[in-house]
């Protein structure tokens, strides 16, 4: 049985030498974008392998890019919640009381939504110190909403992009989204262009199939981890839903912050079951 127990978490909060955090969409729910597979859930609604699969795109770019337009300005209305502040606090030295000062903490995100960095853009413009950089604090694996990628291989060009909408051919179309009724006929010459070439962009995160971001440098700190925080995913997506495992095989503490009982919260030896903008804040002190 897992233990909830807060103080008997905060002593091994305090000795563990490598904390890592691994994070999925109930991270972001109180920020009010919504999760993929519980209540309310996109993929609930939404056929995954219609949306997020490279061949989803090549047969209906109009269709895929309609949801992450949607997506895009969903996440850009957003503002980090007590949760995401909570594991920024972890991230910066001069205000990790809670951890021992010569310990690293990574987030690794699945999520694309951009409310991670940016909560760690304003806690270090609070703290106003450099945050060591042995480590990188966040890995965003699953790409970035607002990462805007040339199709043309020869191109390859990649920006960074929070326009809003990202082109006007998209503008109003989100509403498409939230009556769930997209618009197949959507002409192509609607959507997002490369800057460079001209080409079709895609949104910049990874579909189902495709190669998660930093995985050499995953493994390596997955590999050295003693504390894995499992915040807010239900841990059915790979390769993510190993990395608490990985932690527990190899001896180290897994803790799970979940709405939901599940069963990765069952296996975990601790599990905080409850909002994790409330729990976090709370149980990591
Ligand atoms: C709260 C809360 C609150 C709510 N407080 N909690 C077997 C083994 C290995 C791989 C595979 C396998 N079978 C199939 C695969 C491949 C596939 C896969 O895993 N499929 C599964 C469906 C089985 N994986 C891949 O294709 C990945 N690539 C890959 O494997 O490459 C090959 C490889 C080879 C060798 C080594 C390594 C790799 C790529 C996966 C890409 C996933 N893409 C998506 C879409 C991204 C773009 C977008 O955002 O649209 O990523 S799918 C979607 O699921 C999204 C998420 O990041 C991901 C995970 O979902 P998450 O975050 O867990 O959300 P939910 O909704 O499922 O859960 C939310 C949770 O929050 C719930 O538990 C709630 O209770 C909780 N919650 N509110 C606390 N307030
Ligand atoms: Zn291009």
Redesign the pocket.
């Known amino acids: 049985m897992p233990s909830a127990d807060i103080e008997a978490f905060r002593k091994v909060l305090a000795s563990s030498k490598h904390i890592i955090a691994v994070?999925?969409?109930?991270?972001s729910?109180?920020s009010g974008i919504?999760?993929?597979?519980?209540a309310g859930?996109?993929?609930r609604k939404y056929d995954?392998m219609s949306?997020?699969t490279p061949s989803a795109f090549k047969k209906n770019p109009s269709l895929v890019w309609q949801?992450?337009h949607y997506?895009r300005e969903a996440a850009l209305k957003a503002e980090p919640n007590a949760?995401h502040y909570a594991l920024s606090r972890l991230s910066f030295p001069p205000i990790r009381q809670q951890v021992a000062p010569d310990s690293t903490f990574t987030l690794i995100?699945?999520?694309?939504?951009n409310l991670s960095p940016r909560a760690n853009e304003s806690f270090f413009a609070e703290c106003g110190e450099v945050p060591s950089t042995d480590q990188p604090h966040l890995l965003e694996?699953?790409?970035r909403?607002f990462d805007v990628k040339c199709t043309d291989k020869a191109c390859g060009h990649t920006e960074f992009n929070t326009d809003s909408p990202i082109c006007e051919g998209l503008r109003g179309t989100e509403q498409f989204v939230q009556r769930q009724h997209l618009d197949p006929e959507l002409p192509a010459d609607n959507l997002p262009k490369c800057s460079q070439c001209g080409a079709l962009t895609r949104?910049g995160?990874?579909?189902?199939?495709?190669?998660?971001h930093h995985?050499d440098l995953i493994s390596e700190i997955v590999d050295k981890a003693d504390l894995c925080l499992v915040?807010?995913?239900?841990?059915?997506?790979?390769?993510?839903?190993?990395y608490a495992y990985a932690v527990g095989m190899s001896g180290g503490t897994v803790a799970v912050?979940?709405?939901?009982d599940?069963e990765?919260a069952q296996d975990a030896d601790f599990a905080f079951i409850?909002?994790?903008?409330?729990?976090l804040p709370q149980v990591l002190g």
């Open positions: 994070a999925g969409a109930g991270l729910a109180a919504p999760t993929f597979r519980g859930g996109m993929w995954a949306l997020a949801f992450y997506r949760a995100t699945q999520n694309v939504d694996m699953h790409g909403l949104p995160v990874v579909w189902f199939g495709e190669m998660p995985l915040v807010g995913t239900s841990s059915t997506v790979y390769p993510a839903a190993n912050f979940n709405f939901e599940n990765s409850g909002p994790c903008e409330d729990l």
